[in-house]
């Protein structure tokens, strides 16, 4: 009976181990938009350890949420999409960072002002869908610590 127990006990363990290892969002947060904008930009980072890939992103605030990068062209900034199936890099991590690659929210429902709260759900390949609060913010309130 013991022994019993014991390769129960095994046979749970396994699948809470690995939950451990779901990726965490951290740090989410929306730059506030222009009052008439129908887009809003995502930033985050995500703890990826097991190297999760990220497949995809939404939010009930907009229509879509899709991948933006940002690259210099002509002196000027610009966005192109990204494709999702992102993995964590060398240091475990996926990084949307002001200035860089973010999540933008497409077709915003309502307008977002500094102080809301969007829920974020973050599609993973392993994991699943794991969901992340992310607050408005304007443009530079975002103190990187
Ligand atoms: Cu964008």
Redo the contacts with the bound molecule.
């Keep these: 009976m013991r022994a019993l127990a014991l390769i129960l006990a095994l046979a749970f363990a396994v699948p809470a181990a690995a939950q451990t290892s779901a990726p965490i969002v951290e740090d989410a947060w929306v730059m506030a938009p222009m009052p008439s904008a129908t ?1 809003a ?1 995502v930033y985050l980072s995500i703890r990826n350890a097991s190297g999760d890939r990220l497949l995809g992103a939404s939010c009930d605030c907009a229509t879509r949420a ?1 991948m ?1 990068d ?1 690259r210099l062209v002509d002196g000027v900034m610009q ?1 192109r999409p990204m494709r999702y199936g992102l993995a964590a890099d060398e240091n475990g991590a996926l990084s949307f960072r002001a200035g860089g690659a ?1 999540i ?1 929210l497409v077709g915003l429902a309502d307008r977002l002002r500094p102080g809301d709260r969007v829920r974020l759900r973050l599609t993973f390949e392993d994991a699943g869908v794991v969901e992340a609060d992310a607050v408005v913010r304007r443009p530079g309130a975002h103190q990187h610590h």
Excluded: N, V
Aim: hydrophobic share 50%.
């Design positions: 887009e930009a899709d933006h940002m966005m973010h933008m």
